[in-house]
């Protein structure tokens, strides 16, 4: 971007939430830039599950039906408890799912975008307001800046974003996760159903994409000494044959014959529930959404869901404003410009804030019973969850509105 360029609306970030916030502001008429660190698209993770309320707001972003054609439908979730030789069955009925592969998504979300709408190699390193406009100014790490006169957040659980607004910063959970691919060239026997096991302190994912990709992910403990596996597939792919020691033989067989090229290996950043239920997240004609709001641990497979449904609700809420801005002439636009951005921010978070409060809630206590050791905590864990939470999938209901 030319250094000192203004801008109506600048986005920090090009993941998931960032292009699907671009996408719906586009929608609604309103133009915005997105700033995106890498050179090219960014698709870490390998796939992401996406249940009806996901599926309800890509539809509202208008890309579902090109989605769909790129993965399976599964009709419910299957868990079972390897040491307690438990199962239990939960049909979505009525409502649809899907685990797209990430590049699908990303790639998708990016193709619906005016051309020029990504700007690559852009990395926001600081953010600060201008004293005579409040606009927020943003230093790349290049040198050079960009004064917006909307800035929205969408960079990620160490977002530059959320620092300027002063978000305590996300913490990480002890358990990591390693998540990956396995090809059948001649099709699996896998059912169209999302299946998770538990054992111990390990809990594993796995669900078809099509009918010849099966992704699969393992959350697991890991000591100082398995630091080595980082950057190193094989390793990788070792060390978590090794943890799996008590589960299925069709899941090691899944494991040993994954594509070494997607396997990754990830911390799991959360931000406390209490965080985002006390945050300040808005400040002048500055936000965040997405993961610089309320990352959570990939638990419920809510994260990039919840992202679209802040996209979604913050074009929503802006248009409603912007409208009111736009005829006026540009001496009169500056001189309500924060007041109005500022009221539609304020209905955005006030309208997500119980949403994603409950979903970090949730994800917070799985992820605290799968690290902890403590048969207190555990103990507590499941009683808050069986008051609170004890319909595993009325999350998945959930409807963010009309664009």
């Known amino acids: ?16 939430c960032g292009l699907a916030t671009a996408l719906a502001l586009h929608r609604k008429g309103i133009r915005s830039v997105v700033l995106e660190r890498s050179e090219t698209l960014r698709a870490t993770g390998a796939a992401i599950v996406i249940f009806p309320n996901g599926w309800r707001a890509l539809d509202q972003l208008g890309v579902g039906s090109k989605l769909r054609e790129t993965a399976l439908l599964f009709h419910g979730i299957r868990d079972t408890w390897q040491e307690k030789g438990k199962q239990r069955e939960t049909p979505f009925g009525s409502g649809e799912a899907r685990c797209l592969k990430r590049s699908d ?14 700007h690559f190699g852009c990395q926001v390193v600081s953010v600060k307001l201008d004293p005579l406009t409040s606009y927020p100014i943003l230093q790349l790490h290049d040198g050079s800046s960009v004064m917006a006169k909307v800035l929205i957040g969408c960079d990620g659980a160490r977002s530059v974003v ?30 169209h159903e999302f299946v998770r096991m538990r054992r111990g302190n390990i809990l594993v994912g796995i669900v078809p994409i099509n009918d010849e990709t099966v992704f699969w992910f393992v959350v697991l403990q890991l ?37 070494l090229k997607t396997l990754s290996l990830t911390h799991l950043w959360y931000r406390a529930p209490w965080d985002v239920l006390l945050a300040r997240s808005r400040k002048g004609t500055v936000t965040v959404a997405g993961d610089a709001m309320h990352v959570m641990g990939p638990f419920l ?7 679209l449904e802040d996209a979604v609700v913050l074009a929503r809420c802006m248009a409603a404003k912007m409208s009111v801005v736009y005829p006026m002439i540009k001496s009169e636009r500056r001189r309500i410009m924060v007041h109005q951005v500022g009221e539609a921010m304020d209905k955005y978070l ?26 207190l905590i555990k103990y507590a864990c499941l009683v808050f969850m069986a008051i609170f939470f004890s319909n595993g999938i009325y999350h998945t209901r959930y409807d963010c509105g009309r664009l």
């Open 162 to 191: 959320a620092d300027f607004l002063g978000l305590k910063p996300a913490k990480i959970f002890t358990v990591w996760e390693v998540r990956g691919f396995t090809h059948y060239p001649n099709g699996h026997s896998f059912t």
């Open 301 to 307: 497979g809510q994260g990039g869901s919840a992202a």
């Open 105 to 118: 998504l990303i790639q998708t979300l990016a193709d619906a975008l005016p051309v020029g709408t990504i």
């Open 350 to 375: 006030k309208e997500r804030r119980k949403r994603v409060v409950q979903l970090s809630t949730q994800s917070y206590l799985i992820g605290t019973l799968l690290e902890t050791s403590s048969l």
């Open 223 to 259: 000591n100082s000494m398995d630091a080595k596996v980082w950057g190193d597939a094989e390793l990788m792919r070792q060390s978590t044959l090794e943890s799996l020691t008590g589960f299925p033989a069709e899941l090691r067989e899944l494991v040993k014959n994954s594509d």
């Open 1 to 16: 971007m030319d250094a000192g360029e203004q801008n109506e609306i600048v986005i920090a970030g090009g993941g998931i």
